[in-house]
């Protein structure tokens, strides 16, 4: 087993001492003897260093190794040090950094350090930056590589064979798993795979060996249909094309996974009822978790107070029959519950495209049976907790017991249909208006729900205990 | 751009109407009509078929093709169609899958099916499909595919591609990007990838170029940990070894962005305050999706019912000063917020490996400081409105409207504050017992804190009001 599989005892924490001490005394043996590691776990081993030996760990590493640790390093701490290193130094470690890494990270610095370092590039390594720095990052676009390997359609297997080895000799090729056929315009015609095209026998035109119909899509497309895309045809690359089909750039799986996982985490965070942070939880600052919590809380609590309005209307009622004060947490809980159960159920179903805006009413038929039972089910328990302890004198309910109970389990049944119904259709409210649906979080659903529940909690107490307790 | 990437007119409502007709009139047409088309397609198409007669489409393609669309149908619509053909029409077509998604089709069947299909394999894709189904689906052994390409270290790159060319003419190798290297005892030696070994000189030695550090994982590793590792090294191939090093298979990134979905769905649901469904909500009957919502909303509402025992205690306070009860919904629903969000970011840390049980106090110092200043926050506008709507007249709270709104306001300091470790501290809790953290859903967190916040908001109360209101 490597080294990293013990997590009790990560990499980093055996060599940073031992490091430590070479950056003081052998700089110019970190090279040879980091030479067989993956960049990941050099990426690990920079991010456990003191911050200011960041620098000096990644400058005694050969340029080619620098730049690939910095593919992997902590988007924060990459930032911090590309602004301590000069532009010249910077320029040269980011040239070995694949093409779309390489954009993302000059993105993250401010834009004067990021002038400064791109005037270092090569102009043909600049124009290329350039270009791919004006796609939206969120896109497919800002996702996809450069470094793809096409060749030209009218070649045979044996011939394309001999220019991939050849391509693949001139330079680090990111995306090249698959081979992309063009013809004379740089037009999209065809894919195969490695593999297809080591398999074919010498003489055959690859226009035979390719399939036509190749899975591509503009740059423009956000990122999570690319991530969608990807993982239906259980592509490692995506082609990305413009209008007229030319091949610009290839979206390979390694971003798809990060993209993948940064909007689980997106839908995660709003979906517990904040933004989502920038950041993950360990790095960010008090401010920023406070701000990306602190607004919605209060949103959220400005809300709530229509409630103080709504139990204003009621506190007659609740004179008269204080006891209904108990079920109000629970009459609460349970539209907010019922609510979050359905939102979650949509949320996820749209992120992974099993369910679409025009979809709404097949959602409102499943969720109007599955509310009703939900409710059926929650009344009865409250019905029942009521009369036992009732009968057991574990709390007198007075001469009225069997409304009271009557009363807590209606308004249980109405209110979970309305929480399963709210909960379900809010995320299709707000995609419908191009909001975010994962936006729909449970305490947002919670509080829209809860005024309703008092609201159904106390009339139906009005309707039916009114004339004897009320 | 191909037309599935018209997403308003799928591709499969465009070609079934014709496809009916193909397959009463012409099925033999069926397989070179489609030739050209991506397997996921196929299966798109197929699930958009009348039931009945997907059996006759897969029947009408090539085996191969056939075999490739199941492997990426429905699973419910596979496990269907296996068991409406012979045995000896099942494995012909199963033969044509990959081994891993061979054994995932024959788990999902009865035992009696799997082992009528079984049968019918040749004796080696048997032994082989057999050992596959030996390990938990759930564990790296599960995901793994047994066909992978492994060189002896000793040979040149040119004769490492002959055998490479020689293995993938011999038949499809779905985890064909990476070579390993093994020594004469079958153990992992090395990797590279094609494109290295295409582009090194001919007569280099594999052991020079080879990566001797080879991230490798054990058959029973967590299919999330799987995920993680491939995630944090970029792979597209993970490598399982047994105790002695001998490569067992590989687990290909397609699968891993598959257990990538499917964890974040099942997070997703338990944080919604469910059990996990298991298959797509638009296809789960009415049955599975009470039955999976039910039992959670029962021991909520039952806990729930906590609450109306603490109400009791102050039902005397409550009756004294009846506009206390205005802001029960507000102080409950507060701290369910504020743990809600603490809950999302913790269980998604988690998920992500970036917090570990032992870092539950660096957790505590982040929200300790976080709790009180967004307590602090929703105090003040608590405080604020109490005081505003006394001034202007919209709600008369009585000459003691000033400690009313500190009571509130305090208490939500109080409130929030619990909500934000409860919330926090809970996914631990459950990490340490060995529970999934993410049934610490944002209802169970709601329900824990709002015994609590009743408590503290009625004592604060108690503490501040009596002598004058109480």
Known sequence: MPPHANKDRPLA??????????????????????????????????????????????????????GEVLEYLDESLRTMVLEELTAVEAASIMSEMTPDERADALEELDDETADE?????????????????????????????????????????????????????????????????????????????????????????????????????????????????TSNYDLVALPVVDAEKRLLGVVTVDDVID???????????????????????????????????GGWLAVLAVSEMLTASVMVRYEGELGRVLLLSQFIPLVMSSGGNS???????????????????????????????????????????????????NALGLYDYGPHSFMIAVTVGLALVGIVLVGSLTGSMLPFLLKRFNFDPASASAPLVATLVDVSAISIYFSIAYLLLSGTLL
Request: aromatic share 6%; no cysteine.
């Open 339 to 389: 609510g979050s159960q359905a939102t979650s159920l949509i949320i996820r179903a749209m992120a992974l495209g099993e369910v679409h805006l025009d979809d709404w009413w097949r959602v409102v038929l499943r969720e109007l049976p599955a509310g009703i039972i939900l409710g059926l089910l929650l009344g009865a328990i409250a019905f029942g907790r009521i009369l036992v302890w």
């Open 259 to 293: 993209v993948i996982q940064e909007e689980g985490t997106e839908d995660a965070q709003k979906f517990g009822g904040m933004e989502a942070l920038e950041e993950p939880y360990m790095q960010i600052g008090l401010w920023q978790n406070v701000r990306k919590r």
């Open 13 to 66: 924490a055996l060599i940073v001492p031992d490091l430590l001490e070479l950056l003081e005394e052998h700089p110019e043996s970190i090279g040879p003897q980091t030479e067989e590691m993956h960049p990941a776990d050099l990426a690990d081993i920079a991010e456990a260093l003191p911050e200011d030996m960041v620098r000096a760990f990644l400058s005694a590493l050969p340029k080619e190794r620098a």
């Open 117 to 229: 370092i791109l005037a270092e590039f090569e102009p043909e390594e600049k124009a290329e930056t350039e270009r791919l720095l004006e796609y939206d990052p969120y896109t497919a676009g800002g996702l996809m590589t450069t470094e793809f390997v096409s060749v030209d359609e009218n070649l045979t297997a044996e011939e394309a064979l001999v220019a991939v080895r050849a391509m693949s000799r001139a330079g680090r090729r990111e995306a090249m798993y698959t081979v992309y056929t063009i013809d004379g315009n740089g037009r999209l015609r065809g894919v195969l795979s490695l593999r297809e095209l080591l398999a074919s026998p010498d003489g055959t035109p690859l226009s035979e060996l390719a399939w036509s119909e190749v899975v591509s899509v503009a740059p423009d497309l956000s990122q999570e249909e690319v991530s969608q895309i």
